[in-house]
């Protein structure tokens, strides 16, 4: 598979490979020189905190629910 370097530095990775793969818009790759070969390889979670975000359903706006931590019981 051959692909095009851009006037910007950038190219496009084929579909076959990206669906191989399993590259996905979005995805972090690293790259590295190797031997004279340009290497791309897939990144894995930023930080901890990434594989988490989003999971809890609080039920109610953050502000809310930080007046009740803090036992502002008045609104403000």
């Known amino acids: 598979m051959k692909t095009t370097v851009s006037e910007k530095g950038q190219i496009t990775i ?3 490979l990206r669906d191989r793969l399993g590259l996905r818009a979005g995805q ?3 790259m590295y020189e190797e031997g004279g ?3 791309a390889r897939k990144t894995s979670v930023r930080n ?5 975000y ?3 359903k609080l039920g109610a706006p953050t ?3 930080m007046r ?3 036992g502002d ?3 403000g």
């Open 14 to 16: 084929p579909k076959a």
């Open 28 to 30: 972090t790759l690293e």
């Open 37 to 39: 070969r340009l290497v």
């Open 48 to 52: 901890g905190t990434d594989s988490v």
């Open 54 to 56: 989003g999971v809890l």
């Open 63 to 65: 502000d809310t629910i």
């Open 68 to 70: 009740t931590l803090r």
């Open 73 to 75: 019981t008045d609104g």
